[in-house]
């Protein structure tokens, strides 16, 4: 699997979203939609916390360099954690898969790939 893999998955993803906005417009013409994109960014109304306060929007957390970066944890056998570092760009260019252990995909940095 490589990077570019998941960059066009992401890219795919967020090419459908005017499709589902306006199909949302359509069928529910009275209530806000949910998803609205910003330049290459994708955007979620959120219930506000208490009652009476509006929704907000907040930036979807999942993109390519999140998705890869979790990837990449596992292929490097490193803990992962909450979220990518900031400034955060990606180490490797694949990861290859070795075969399932205990019902989990496993897989690994190529030799060379760092």
């Not at 795919?12 to 609205?36: D, H, M, Y």
């Not at 219930?47 to 990837?71: H, L, M, S, V």
């Not at 955060?88 to 940095?109: N, W």
């Amino acid at each position: 699997m490589r990077y570019t893999d998941v960059q066009a998955n992401y890219a795919q993803s967020i090419a459908n979203v005017p499709f589902f906005t306006e199909a949302w417009k359509e069928g529910l013409p009275n209530l806000p939609c949910p998803l609205r994109i910003e330049g290459d960014k994708l955007f979620c109304r959120m219930r506000p916390e208490k009652r009476g306060e509006e929704p907000y929007c907040e930036q979807y957390f999942q993109t390519a360099e999140y998705d890869w970066w979790r990837i990449e944890c596992e292929a490097l056998g490193e803990y992962a954690g909450a979220s990518p570092p900031a400034g955060y760009r990606p180490m490797l260019s694949c990861i290859e898969f070795v075969g399932v252990v205990d019902r989990r995909h496993q897989c690994k940095a190529p030799h060379g790939s760092i």
